[in-house]
């Protein structure tokens, strides 16, 4: 399925409907307007495998564009929308884009990124343009906007996050299959999560980002309507929910720890009851925080693990989690490898870092040396994405930290993902990260960065109130020696937590 089908069956229904203006897109605009893109992409010698890149906010005209690539054989790339034009024009440079479609509040940012990026033959802005670009919508009335003869599928190439490096495109070949043999990740939603023409998926998220852009393609494709937030709001969330009977959303750990943190009068008066499914990822979720979050919501919680790449899925239902607290699920796609160091594979209970094999082949764009990277030294093909954890004996996997961020302090390995755990539970914590700073005796010390719920209570009195509470719960050695008060930690938009910036602070 994908939107053509639905704009025969059910024209008016809607596929979009954004959360804070109410504006509609419908089955049957998304389906012209995506064709008149396509057919303008191709018009100017765009062919299939070529490459363009849309760099929005969340905005209404978004999944147009996608779509328009998707039906023509293209590799679209969603562009964070929070970089800078020097960051936009690497990734144009990079990707070898040849069309971007950009909105007026990112006008001036794509303008000066273009000027180092001439391989981009067409440059639109939606809202009438922008910037010195052309209109997107004078472009689209003056296409074709009559049916393709020919829509090869073509796919994402997105790019990492660079928390710890520049971020690379993930390039999976082109299936040999047209746009109407159907999406993967369609089949993926219906077959695991229960999603159908009848679902309404809530998105919190940017939608530049791989899984609220993925899940909004697969719920597209089978006819079903998404409630698309212009950006993360905890109580207006809950609203959306009620408002238009939400039947499945995607959140992020952080997501939970706001809306938890709402005062009881704004959680009591949510209406939840058209909640059948909600899905959480990005980053392990403390096991405290998913109990209140079941107490509140049910046994509607589902957790998957997995990263742009798609080199390996893992999944765990509500039940399951309950009997296995803390997993992020047993592999759906792909079998796990935990290795160490060494490249040898530990048994159940010990932590290394986490391999995929068996999953679908991809590479990162231009960059042979990271692809090789990535992949396990025994040469059996296995891929990481540089997580650590470990399985349990029944095979339910278990997330430590990344290895990039772990501590080594006194020749111990602490990994901070479990201390921030803790300390987000606490009353006072909106936010926190835990980081390695220098230490002349141990090599490296625990420094907890809080972001507090009120910031006057930012001190030396709530300082040892947190480092009291997390030894309280945790050995010594893993909880922190100093504190630091931050308005804002540099969390980015999809609730990844930019630690490597954080930590840059300190080490330089």
């Known amino acids: 399925m994908y939107p053509a089908v639905h704009a025969r069956t059910t024209p008016d229904k809607p596929a979009l409907i954004m959360g804070g203006s109410g504006e509609v897109v419908t089955y049957a605009e998304l389906d012209e307007r995506s064709t008149r893109l396509a057919r303008l992409w191709q018009a100017e010698g765009l062919r299939r495998g070529d490459h363009v890149a849309v760099f929005m906010e969340n905005h209404p005209r978004y999944f147009e564009v996608v779509w328009a690539a998707l039906r023509s054989g293209l590799y679209l790339t969603s562009v964070n929308s929070y970089l800078t034009a020097e960051e936009v024009s690497y990734i144009l440079h990079d990707s070898g884009c040849k069309s971007l479609v950009t909105s007026p509040a990112k006008a001036a940012v794509a303008a000066a990124a273009l000027a180092d990026a001439p391989g981009v033959a067409v440059a639109l802005a939606v809202d009438g ?30 790019y990492s996050s660079g928390t710890t490096g520049r971020p690379k495109g993930i390039q999976r070949p082109l299936r040999d299959a047209q746009i ?113 979050m079941m107490a509140w919501w049910g046994p509607k919680l589902w957790e998957y693990y997995a990263g742009t ?41 010990e932590a290394g870092t986490i391999f995929f094999g068996g999953g679908p082949p991809y590479e990162y764009h231009n960059d042979p040396a990271k692809t090789r990277d990535s992949q396990d030294p025994g040469g059996h093909g296995w891929t990481t994405l540089g997580d650590v954890g470990y399985l349990d004996d029944d095979g339910w996997l278990y997330l430590t930290d990344r290895k990039a961020f772990m501590i080594i302090s006194g020749g111990v390995n602490i990994y901070p993902q479990e201390t921030e755990n803790v300390l987000i539970m606490h009353p006072k914590v909106a936010d926190v990260a835990v980081i390695g700073v220098p230490d002349a005796d141990m090599g490296e010390a625990v420094k907890v960065v809080v972001q507090l719920v009120d910031p006057a209570e930012a001190g030396s009195t709530t300082a040892k109130e947190l480092i009291e509470y997390c030894r309280a719960r945790l050995a010594h050695y893993k909880s922190p020696s100093t504190v630091d008060f931050v308005e804002e930690l540099p969390r980015l938009p999809t609730g990844k937590l930019y630690k490597r910036a954080l930590r840059d602070q300190y080490w330089k």
């Open 309 to 349: 790449e798609l080199n390996g899925f893992c999944v765990v239902g509500p039940e399951d989690w309950i009997a296995h607290p803390g997993t992020v699920g047993r592999p759906l796609i792909g079998e796990i490898h935990i290795l160490d160091d060494e490249g040898r594979e530990l048994p159940a209970g």
């Open 180 to 292: 109407s043999d159907g999406q993967l990740i369609a089949g993926l939603l219906e077959g695991v999560f229960g999603f159908g023409p009848d679902s309404t998926y809530l998105s919190p998220a940017p939608i530049y980002h791989s899984a609220p852009l993925g899940f909004t393609i697969g719920v597209q494709a089978l006819g079903g309507t998404v409630v698309m937030m212009e950006r993360f709001d905890p109580a207006v969330a809950l609203d959306l929910m009620g408002s238009h009977g939400v039947t499945h959303s995607q959140w992020v750990p952080t997501m939970f720890s706001r809306m938890l943190k709402l005062p009881d009068e704004v959680r009591e008066k949510a209406d939840l009851s058209s909640i059948e499914v909600a899905i959480h990822a990005a980053a392990p979720c403390p096991v405290e925080l998913k109990q209140q």
């Open 129 to 158: 343009g922008a910037g010195g670009l052309a209109s997107y919508e004078a472009a689209l009335e003056a296409s074709d906007p009559a049916p393709l003869t020919d829509e090869p599928a073509g796919d994402l190439m997105l």
